[in-house]
């Protein structure tokens, strides 16, 4: 059983285009992780979100954690070839386990 | 060097071989983590250390021998490997095991083919 199930699996888009990535469970996460993983490199962290509704920005990338704990999006507006890579998401739930997302591989096409 | 560090990069090895993986973290961290990251397949975590003690270990095969000597530095040995164990494996490490302080930090991964 996955608990953190990453939509879509696949993403191909032309450069300036916008996306969102989903993350899903039906379990309640007390925080919740987004990472980026470029070939042949570990993840990277990108941010944390701990309150249900919060909204994180980082430059052209916009985080939600849903009101409800227990999903979170990630957004990316105007997308550049630079964004390509396998985005992770990653979560603690109430029982203090820590789990990564099945992941979503990002190409965006210049 | 800073951050979290793995060495070697590459390995090639016979399923009769010996070898160790390497995993340094100059973080100041207290938990360190051993994940396996094969294609088309989600992240698998193998097993993590708090404080130097063995926390978790995901029913791997005993033919996967972790040792952490100290907070700072945590091998991998491995011996008579089978060809499905080629793969991307990943080091990280995080301030503790708890809430917010699971955010982890990754090293560039050894990746390891078993011929």
């Known amino acids: 059983t996955q608990l953190l199930e990453q939509s879509p699996q696949f993403l191909s888009i032309q450069e300036g285009e916008n996306l969102t990535v989903y993350c899903n469970s039906s379990s309640v996460f007390s925080s919740l992780q987004w990472y980026r993983q470029e070939p042949g490199e570990g993840p990277v962290l990108l941010v944390t979100v701990v309150t249900g509704g919060e909204v994180k920005k980082l430059k052209r990338l916009t985080f939600q954690f849903g009101d409800a704990r227990k999903d979170s999006s990630l957004h990316i507006t105007a997308a550049q070839p630079g964004d390509t890579g396998l985005y992770l998401c990653a979560g603690t739930n109430t029982g203090n386990q820590f789990y990564f997302g099945t992941g979503t591989s990002l190409t965006v096409i210049p | 060097e800073t951050g979290v560090t793995q060495t070697p990069r590459h390995l090639v090895m016979g399923m009769t071989n010996k070898k160790s993986l390497k995993c340094e973290q100059h973080?100041?961290?207290?938990?360190m983590y051993w994940y396996k990251q094969s294609a088309k397949k989600p992240l698998e975590l193998m097993f993590v250390?708090?404080?130097?003690?063995?926390?978790e270990n995901n029913s791997v095969p005993s033919r996967f021998s972790p040792e952490c000597p100290n907070s700072s530095h945590l091998f991998l040995h491995l011996h008579t490997l089978q060809p499905e164990d080629s793969a991307l494996y990943l080091c990280?490490?995080?301030?503790?095991?708890?809430?917010?302080?699971?955010?982890?930090?990754f090293g560039p991964g050894t990746r390891l083919t078993v011929t």
């Open positions: 250390y708090s404080l130097e003690e063995r926390v």
């Open positions: 973080l100041g961290h207290n938990a």
């Open positions: 990280a490490s995080s301030r503790e095991i708890t809430g917010d302080s699971y955010e982890q930090y």
